[in-house]
């Protein structure tokens, strides 16, 4: 055994000795409240305090690996350009922007609901036409904001809303919340609950494609280079996934967090950990739910992703549990499959596992501030 695995050996065993500290310290109040709370003073030109505040309040959309793949340019006080950051594409799973530009709609929503709370009504128009390529023009909507009466907006649900992975109920989505989901989404959903053959075959998929994704060092590498293990790291990214937003919670969770750095993501036992805890999940939940597109243009993928973030914003308040698995979207395996099972017509946009919680978890997964995506 070499030094290093011996000191992780050591200090693994001494972290079971040492039993309910350590797992205390997992439990410990959240390194984004710590960091996120403090509200600092906005110094950006042209952007009023509820300019910077409804940024704030977009920046906590979801996105694949968190990479926020957003920047805002100030035109004009009224006037704002949200474009895809060239250095936050995925380009290994995400090849053609499909996942960046669904979670620039999620952006896109929460920035829609805030300015509406502060104000403001935002017009949203989408100019690009192809999907962003990286010598493209980067910029994907254009907003203009028009002073209007403060709405009552519902804010609670945009700070308190997360992606929950564990201790989904195996429960069927009731009717009523199946019909309020698919009223938010235009239409647009379909629910597969548990135990159907279609719900057993999505969870087949779900985990047939991370195995793929598994094997391929490209995806593993691209994966490792987004996530942040280390509380140093958080606080230096803000961004990307971190032990809590992957929840590997107690005594796993502060082995990680102490002991292990990014070329360890890569490596075989954190990988079959991976597939494991995949396969646990697709077996827990109520089933799943597929959010499709009418097509695949920048406006067809926005609008998706607007229609995914107001019913994730629902799903908070009804104590559901929404668990984005895109593996199966992402391979082109997975895509295979879905085209035979359901034609050429149909395209899914989001592959959602879904289930009743007792308890919704707090956030836990980061942000960077708003000055750092904004671009003058
Ligand atoms: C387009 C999109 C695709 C995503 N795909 C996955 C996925 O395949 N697996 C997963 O665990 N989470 C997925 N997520 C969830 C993100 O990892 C999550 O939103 C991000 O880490 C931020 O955490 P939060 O949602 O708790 O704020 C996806 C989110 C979006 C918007």
Same mark, same amino acid.
């Given at each position: 055994m070499n030094r290093r695995n011996f000191l992780k050996t050591g200090a693994a065993t001494a972290a079971v000795l040492a039993g309910i500290p350590m797992l205390t310290t997992g439990c410990r109040t959240s390194l984004r409240s710590r960091l996120m709370e403090k509200q600092p003073s906005p110094n950006i030109p042209g952007l009023s305090a509820d300019g910077y505040r409804i940024l704030h309040y977009a920046s906590l959309a979801p996105s694949g690996h968190n990479a926020q793949p957003w920047f805002v340019r100030i035109d004009a006080p009224d006037h704002w350009t949200i474009g895809l950051d060239p250095d936050r594409r995925?380009?290994?799973? &995400?090849s053609n922007n499909t996942e960046a530009l669904l979670s620039i709609g999620a952006f896109l929503e929460n920035l829609v609901q805030a300015a509406a709370a502060h104000g403001y009504q935002a017009h949203a128009t989408i100019?690009?036409? &192809?999907?962003?390529?990286? *010598?493209?023009?980067? *910029?994907?909507v254009s907003l203009g904001l028009e002073k209007i009466q403060p709405k009552e907006m519902d804010l609670h649900r945009l700070t308190s809303r997360r992606t929950v992975k564990s201790h989904l109920s195996d429960r069927q989505l009731t009717p009523e919340d199946v019909s309020a989901f698919s009223h938010l989404t235009d239409g647009h959903l379909f629910y597969f609950a548990k135990g159907t053959a279609h719900a057993d075959h999505m969870a087949e998929q779900a985990v047939a494609n991370y195995i793929i994704q598994m094997k391929n060092s490209s995806a593993v590498r691209e994966m490792a280079e987004w996530t942040r293990l280390k509380d140093t790291a958080i606080k230096e990214h803000r961004d990307g996934l971190t032990p809590a937003g992957m929840e590997i919670q107690g005594l796993a969770g502060w082995y990680v967090r102490h002991f292990m750095d990014q070329? &360890?993501?890569?490596?075989k036992t954190f990988v079959e950990k991976g597939i494991e805890k995949t396969r646990h999940q697709t077996r827990q939940g109520a089933g799943w739910l597929v959010i499709t597109g009418e097509g695949n243009t920048v406006a067809d993928l926005i609008a998706s992703g607007r229609r995914f973030q107001r019913m994730a914003l629902e799903a908070r308040n009804r104590m559901i549990a929404i668990h984005p698995m895109s593996q199966t979207l992402e391979e082109t395996r997975g895509q295979q499959h879905i085209t035979k099972n359901h034609g050429p017509g149909t395209i899914p946009h989001f592959m959602l596992r879904v289930g009743y919680l007792d308890k919704y978890p707090d956030p836990v997964s980061i942000r960077r501030p708003v000055e750092w995506f904004i671009r003058t």
């Open positions: 995925l380009s290994v799973v &995400d100019p690009a036409k &192809d999907h962003f390529n990286p *010598d493209g023009n980067p *910029d994907v070329a &360890d993501v890569t490596k």
